[in-house]
Structures are given as C-alpha cells and as structure tokens.
C-alpha cells in the first residue's frame, strides 16, 4: 500500500496522507503516511477488530480495566469508551509505593477517569502486602520486578473478583507482547507462553485490545487525544531483563519493519499450542483462597517473606 | 533548524527528513515521537531551514 505525495513510492517524501493532508505517522510496515483524521480511525478501527476477531467483550460485560495512568492504559480506557459497546467500565489502578514516580501517573489517572466519567478504584501495595514497593526494595536484594509483577497481577485479580467483574483488560500493547516471547524463550521457560490462554473461573478473563498495536502508536495517540504522557521510567526499570529486550526488538524492528507484528503473530499461535497442554490444577491458597498451582499462592508467599 | 531533545535546545544546521536526522544523532524512531513547529510529523518529513524539531521520547521501562 503507498500513500504519498503525488504519484512517486519513494519513502523519504511520503510525508502526506492520500486525502492530501500532512501525515503524523509513516507506517514503515505498510509503506503508509497518515494524517489525524485517518490515523486515529485507522487506530479505532483496529482495535474493534481485535476485540471482536477476539471475541473479547460481549452484552452485559463488567469490565475492570487496569488503569496506571501510563500511556498505554489510559489510551486502553479511551478505545473501550470509543468502542461504545454496552459494557460496564471500573478503571482499577494499583499504587506500587514508588516515590517520585507513581504519584504523578496516579493523578493522570484519576484525570482521565473523570474525563470519561468512569468509576475508579485505588488498591495500595502496602494495604494488600504491608509494605510499599520503596521499602521493599530496601529490604530485598533480588531483583524488584519479581515483586511488582507477582503483586501487582495478584492485586488486580483479586480487585476484579471483588467488584464482581468477568474481565479484565489491560494495555499491553504489541511491543509488550513480542518481548513477553523473547522473553519466555530467553529463560527457557516456555510454558509461561500459554498461562493467559487457560480458562478458569478462580482467574477473571485477562483481555488485551491493544496486543495488535504498536507501542509508538499508542503513544501518538494519546498525544493527539491531549492525554497526558509519563515521561519516566520506573526508578527500578534499569533492573528488568525487559528492557535489554526491548532495545533489542526496537533494533530490529528498524532494520526489518514488521517484525514486531510476526513475533506477537509467533506468540499467539503458541499460546494457543502451549495453552491447550497446560492442564495443571488449580489449587486455592491455603491463606488467602486465591487460586494459585500450589497450596500457598506466589503472593502469600511473599507476602510472608516481607513480614519476617 | 531549532533541535530539542531531552529537554535541551541547541540550533542546528541540517539537511534531509528527521528519520535522518535521527540516525544522525543515534536515536532509535521506534522510542520517540518528532514534532515540527509544534504539530506531529512522520520521519520522512523533509526539514526545512527554519523549523523547530522536537523529539519526545514515548518508551520507557517501567
């Protein structure tokens, strides 16, 4: 597809859409300029495919979404309202306890909540495991995204339970998916690939409309819907394996553009594959009742280990 | 060209689009976004003498 100033297919002046409008985005991917207008439509449009190829809302729906008030979810919480389906929002955003940088998402947050008119709901860390995320840093050694992660998916289950909702959406965006493969694959721990795909009633339904669109999509977005974008990154992300992986994805995607799109095709495919073979009962946590694979959750675990 | 990145402003003389612009200067165009003279624009808009670039970094880790 080639979408550019007059008749000419070279890239380098491809700086105009076909309506004739200037162009915020080139798509490298599909050789396509496009202005607002069609940007945005385009971006809409993509995500209603999703969810519906998905399957990921129907009638009636109670939906939690997972607002941190990052770009992502907050773009995640305007494309739900966009899609206009009679479905039933709660933005959930969890509070880590990181200082100098989660107050700020968190006001973002509660701003864009009120702007749509969505009910929204705050869980600390440090009510649900007793100590924020600064001070588990302290204490602990290992590397912090372990904790976050385990917490803050433990929370925001438990959150969607409790409100009585049957999904929950969150913003991973396609640049989240393809990493989460290099990942899973880079730790030999393949089997991680097919845990979204197993249905259970212990876990409320995990949904992902933004899984087919590109991180900097998303970040444009938001810019012309005037959201409000973080402009840091986590004081511990310097910790994560995620984000040697991200360099290493964005590299390649330059070179080969359309990469990032096969990845997240190669994940989907195999958490289809993997998620049909993982028929590991689920147990209820011994402590906590959550469900978990053992008889004390990940969390609980935690949890106590915190508390020593 | 006026250039802001990071914050920072410095004027610059350069010519060809901002995806040059940016191997230029080492940044990656999948981590940012560009605007010129305060509205966005896609790599391959063509700089002129008297524009003001920005580039906005949009990935972060976190």
Redo the contacts between chains.
């Keep these: 597809m080639i979408c550019v100033n007059g008749n000419s297919t070279d890239?380098?002046?491809?700086?105009k859409c076909s309506c004739g409008n200037?162009?915020?985005?080139?798509l490298h991917y599909t050789n396509r300029?496009l202005c607002?207008k069609h940007f945005i439509e385009m971006f809409d449009r993509r995500v209603g495919r999703i969810v519906r190829e998905f399957s990921m809302l129907k009638k009636g729906d109670r939906v939690v979404v997972g607002v941190s008030g990052?770009?992502d979810s907050c773009v995640l919480l305007h494309s739900l309202v966009e899609l206009n389906m009679p479905v039933e929002l709660i933005a959930v955003t969890i509070d880590e306890g990181i200082k100098g940088?989660r107050e700020k998402t968190l006001k973002t947050a509660k701003k864009e909540c009120e702007k749509l008119g969505i009910e929204h709901k705050i869980y600390s860390f440090k009510d649900a495991a007793g100590k924020t995320m600064d001070q588990i840093i302290k204490e602990k050694k290992e590397i912090p995204c372990s904790y976050c992660g385990v917490i803050r998916r433990y929370m925001l289950n438990k959150a969607a339970k409790d409100l009585g909702a049957n999904k929950l959406a969150i913003g991973h965006n396609l640049?989240d998916i393809g990493q989460t493969l290099l990942m899973n694959i880079m730790r030999n721990e393949p089997l991680r690939i097919g845990r979204g795909s197993v249905d259970n009633n212990e876990f409320v339904k995990r949904i992902r409309p933004l899984m087919k669109t590109?991180?900097?999509e998303v970040?444009?977005y938001a810019?012309?819907k005037k959201i409000e974008?973080?402009?840091?990154?986590?004081p511990y992300?310097?910790f994560?394996f995620?984000?040697h992986v991200?360099?290493l994805l964005?590299?390649t995607?330059?070179k080969y553009p359309g990469t990032k799109f096969k990845v997240a095709n190669s994940y989907f495919e195999m958490e289809k594959t993997i998620g049909k073979n993982c028929t590991g009962k689920i147990e209820k946590c011994n402590e906590c009742g959550q469900p978990c694979s053992e008889n004390i959750c990940m969390f609980c675990k935690m949890k106590n280990d915190l508390l020593v | 060209m006026e250039l802001v990145i990071d914050n920072k402003k410095k004027k610059l003389k350069f010519s060809g689009?901002l995806?040059e612009l940016l191997r230029k200067l080492g940044v990656?165009?999948?981590?940012?976004?560009l605007r010129v003279n305060g509205?966005?624009?896609?790599?391959?808009?063509?700089i002129k003498t008297k524009d003001k670039i920005e580039i906005?970094?949009?990935?972060?880790?976190?």
């Design positions: 890239k380098r002046i491809a700086d200037a162009a915020v985005i080139f300029a607002e990052g770009k940088y640049d590109p991180e900097k970040a444009i810019m012309l974008l973080d402009r840091k990154d986590c992300a310097h994560a995620r984000s991200r360099k964005n590299e995607e330059e | 689009t995806g990656m165009r999948e981590e940012v976004v509205k966005i624009a896609p790599e391959t808009y063509k906005i970094k949009v990935v972060f880790g976190g």
